[in-house]
């Protein structure tokens, strides 16, 4: 995803205070950001267990009045573009 040059360094601390623990608590094993160096994107990880079904990850999240307000700040407070989803399972 991209974030406006102006919101950067406060998304990266608010992610790291309150989306990382917040949205890690839902079945992920770890939660992490980086910052990629040549496109100036971040990349956004969320590890699971291969068996973990991706689809109740995001309906948690809704039904959790926090989590779902906290998850919409990526776009609404910090402008997030070119959000790209991939699944990967582990080999």
């Known amino acids: 995803m991209t974030i406006p040059a102006a919101k950067q ?6 992610f790291k205070e309150t989306a990382g623990p917040v949205l890690g608590k839902f079945g992920a094993k ?6 990629t ?9 969320i590890y699971f267990d291969n068996d973990f ?3 109740d990850y995001f309906v948690a999240v809704k039904a959790d009045s926090n989590a779902w307000e ?4 990526y776009e609404g407070k910090f402008g997030a573009k070119d959000v790209e ?3 990967l399972g582990e080999i």
Do not use: A, G, T
């Open 37 to 45: 160096v040549k496109e100036n994107r971040f990349v956004e990880r």
């Open 53 to 55: 079904d991706i689809p």
């Open 30 to 35: 770890r939660h992490e950001i980086y910052k």
């Open 70 to 73: 906290i998850s919409r700040m």
């Open 85 to 87: 989803l991939k699944v």
């Open 9 to 14: 360094s406060e998304f990266e601390k608010w």
